[in-house]
């Protein structure tokens, strides 16, 4: 499955916020939107799942333009999972995970047993077995949102689209979250777009050893694209952010190494 995004560019009214962006998400691979507040990552994601209509280029899957694709049709492309989601009533997790499954039943359909046993195995992904009959309202921050990826992961979409997935996530939570990320991208060949504040959690698709992508958002300006390890450098943070870095590398207990950014201070 192949997502494309070509020479798309976006304005609020006189405002220009994207321009001539183009990338490419194939199965198994991640692109990973880093910015600062007002660049245009969120504005892209909404661009993708077809909710803003560009001044020029267009988004693709497999050829076919999203604005041509009904919301439900496209649903069964690209799923989305929001950066936050406020629990309104006492549906149990296993109901939650089956509205992933409306776009091929339909709202107010009845789940099949082809819908039942894509959110069972969803959840059982996810491993979230234990949370099935809870009622989504009692859960943690970190809860819902293994929850709400399992709710993507059940409309069996090609792309999973994430705005700030681990936004208010302890550390354990984010690093559970992701982990957990990496693994469905790698066993399941799942694409993923995520926007994310955490410049390091770009690094981390690269260091699973995913194939990824990162675009650094700037707001009216085509953004700096590459290898995370390519383009995230002490120079384009201090271009992009505003702000001087060190990058610097640490080596876990099992071997594997991790990257990290500090801030020195602002920019010269």
């Keep these: 499955m192949k997502y494309k995004v070509d020479s798309l560019s976006f304005s609020y009214k006189d405002l220009n916020i994207l321009n001539n962006i183009s990338f490419e998400i ?16 969120t504005t892209l994601l909404d ?10 280029g267009a988004v693709t899957v497999e050829g076919r333009n ?21 629990p309104m009533f006492p549906y149990t997790v296993r109901e939650m995970v089956l ?26 992904s996810v491993g979230i077995e234990s949370l099935a009959l809870r009622q989504y309202t009692s ?3 970190g809860e819902i949102k293994l929850v709400l990826l399992a709710r993507a992961l059940a409309q069996n979409a090609g792309l999973i689209v994430l705005d700030e997935p681990t936004a208010s996530l302890d550390l354990k939570n984010e690093y559970e979250f992701l ?8 066993e399941r060949d799942i694409s993923v777009l995520m926007a994310t504040h955490s410049i390091e959690q770009a690094f981390r698709f690269e260091e699973a050893g995913i194939s990824a992508e990162t675009l650094m958002m700037r707001k009216g300006r ?6 995370p390890s390519d383009v995230i450098t002490s120079g384009s943070i201090g271009e992009v952010f505003g702000v001087s870095a060190l990058i610097s590398t640490a080596t876990g207990e099992s071997g594997r190494q991790f990257r990290s950014v500090s801030v020195t201070g602002k920019a010269d």
Excluded at 47 to 56: A, E, F, R, S
């Design 179 to 186: 982990e957990t990320l990496f693994s469905l991208i790698r």
């Design 222 to 227: 085509e953004p700096l694209k590459g290898a």
């Design 66 to 86: 999203v604005l041509d694709f009904s919301r439900k049709d496209l649903a069964r492309f690209v799923s989305y999972l929001p950066q936050t989601h406020m």
């Design 99 to 124: 509205m992933g499954r409306s776009a091929y039943s339909g709202v107010f359909g009845q789940p099949g047993a082809d819908d039942e046993k894509f959110a069972d195995e969803a959840i059982s």
């Design 47 to 56: 661009c993708v799942m077809g909710l803003h209509i560009p001044q020029q």
């Design 139 to 141: 859960l943690s921050g």
């Design 26 to 41: 194939n199965s198994g691979e991640a692109v990973c939107l880093i910015g600062p507040n007002g660049s245009g990552k």
